[in-house]
């Protein structure tokens, strides 16, 4: 009961001048390399994935299942010019897959073209229907969820980051998406947003079912609990997550909750622990096992005071997830959970 | 941005035999006698209001606006012979209101008829479209919510009681609606639960405006903190709801949340502590204000031993909204915000 993408994908960048605009698409191209086929760009771009340039049809003869639509326009507005490279793509027999705010479905006449075709049209803001409400049972496995001080500090990153070093060691681990470029990048998962409230902490149950013992979820958070418009989205996702562990994930530098004035953030100590506070109510042992920074804003040197800071602060493991990478909290975890 | 309901109403029991299954209409009946033209009721009902018997002709002839379903059948099921009489109170000019599971539109015929007649099928569960994220921005005027122990134990009720109470004194004060049963006896309201969580908060805010200084909203609540499937709505309508006062509800007797085995309840002064700390992010003063207890089971020395044992643990006014009236909390809210 997720949402559900075919891989391998054809990468959409339309006529799209700006790198800043293609983060879906080149988070998949660096996250999932296994699962691009290919890039299809119109005459003007000014992104390049690296991949090889493919029209729709030669990028089904290769294999590939789904056009991802890998851009984000100026309010998510789908150019008229690009449209026809959709068609193409459904003619070839690919799924297309977007999360843009004008549906696939107002295009006129795609709807039929993909019916005709036998492919689907995914829209990844929209849950499926028939999520259940949330039970707190207790699941096999463990989670770790990330837990942010602000919405885009890090989390799905940070999330991606550790996922991979876990796999890169042979443990058993999956990232579970709660957003629209973590579904497009993990190929399935639930955009938690968008679910009726009613139903967010049973979403979260259903995103990490059942698993093994020695099987670790490692849950994309959303929002902040400090967020005067999300912090129900993060406590639903919390509550149905029941994680065992938490990564706090932060921006260096960052005060406020962007664009939201007079709501300061927390400090990191104070995050922890409204986190356990609420958390407990579904995992008595929740506990925080590392910190995750973006300190893309700061010197080697400021990095570095930084993280040790923090680290002072807390007992905890304080990385970025860039500049130094993620092992020692993946190390705190192996340690903590023996 | 609220769902609308015309007054007055015709209240539809159908046939029902049980008294129980109308708790709907006859929560309008008790707390909006004014806004009830009569009941309408087919041959083996078990259900009087004491309202006048009307067809929908004759309701429409006395000023009625809008026929309400006013009974829960078993799983939310419309019966078919129940059936036309929705079509003769479209036919008389009336719109009509449910919140049944299957939508009025699923009725073969009934929404071109209404469209016929220039009258309105509101379904209460549905939120209206174009709901915001919220700001957290401070709003003028006062707030009171029910924060609950879990759900069913009279956070609609004691709000309504506390709203009387306070109009009867003389004092500005509204009821705000979350739930359907509320929404129809307040004529307005948001169905809180029905939101998608990243506008719930958003929500609350449209449903309790700026107003004036001396204007309190008595804002009905949703679920519990400590309910493992419900929290995120009851957190998201608290902020939104930024409360100055709350009030706890809880039913003597309950220990585990209804229906969730494992979920043991907070006592009063947890939920009070728990609800200060995840209330202050839009209120810093936040405050609990009374409590508010369904004590139907007790003897009257139990009740009044009950009472006072809360009143002891928590020096706040504890009352049955029922059984001793509400007076004493009001009475603490105009001491406390003189």
């Keep these: 009961m997720q949402v559900e993408i075919k891989a391998p994908y054809l990468l959409f960048l339309g006529d799209e001048p700006e790198q800043s605009h293609a983060k879906t698409a080149m988070g998949i191209a660096y996250w999932r390399p296994e699962s691009c086929a290919g890039q299809l760009r119109l005459p003007g771009s000014g992104v390049d994935l690296g991949l090889p340039e493919m ?34 793509a459904v003619d070839a ?12 479905r107002s295009i006129p006449g795609l709807a ?6 036998g492919v689907s049209l995914i829209d990844i803001r929209n849950p ?26 890090g989390k799905k990153y940070t999330a991606l980051a550790v996922a991979k070093e876990m796999v890169d060691r042979g443990m058993n681990a999956d990232f579970r998406a709660t957003g629209q470029t973590g579904i497009m990048i993990a190929g399935s998962g639930l955009p938690i947003d968008a679910v009726v409230s009613d139903f967010v902490s049973g979403a979260a149950e259903v995103l990490s079912p059942d698993n093994t013992d020695d099987h670790w979820d490692v849950i994309e958070g959303q929002g902040s609990l400090f ?45 922890i622990e409204h986190t356990i506070i609420n958390g407990r109510l579904t995992n008595a042992a929740i506990r925080c ?6 300190t893309s804003g700061l010197s080697a ?15 905890l493991p304080s990385v970025d997830p860039v ?16």
């Design 227 to 271: 967020h005067p418009g999300y912090a129900a989205v993060t406590l639903g996702l919390m509550h149905g997550s029941q994680p065992d562990a938490f990564v706090v994930c932060h921006q260096a530098g960052r005060t406020m909750i962007d664009a939201f004035p007079g709501f300061p953030l927390p400090t990191i100590p104070e995050l």
């Design 301 to 315: 040197d400021a990095r570095a005071a930084c993280l040790a800071g923090i680290s002072a602060e807390t007992g």
């Design 93 to 104: 027999g690919l799924d297309i897959v977007a999360g843009t705010h004008s549906s696939l």
């Design 289 to 294: 096992v590392g910190v995750s920074i973006n």
């Design 128 to 153: 499926p229907a028939g999520l259940p409400v949330g039970t707190g049972a207790k699941r096999s496995g463990r989670r770790l969820l990330m837990v942010g001080t602000d919405c885009v500090v």
């Design 323 to 338: 500049a130094t990478g993620v092992a020692p909290i993946v190390d705190h975890i192996v340690d903590t959970f023996k």
């Design 55 to 88: 029209t729709p049809a030669e990028a089904a003869q290769a294999g590939a299942r789904s056009l991802i639509w890998g851009v984000a326009g100026v309010g998510g507005k789908m150019p008229r010019h690009w449209i026809p490279s959709l068609f193409e």
């Design 112 to 117: 039929d073209a993909a019916d005709r075709a």
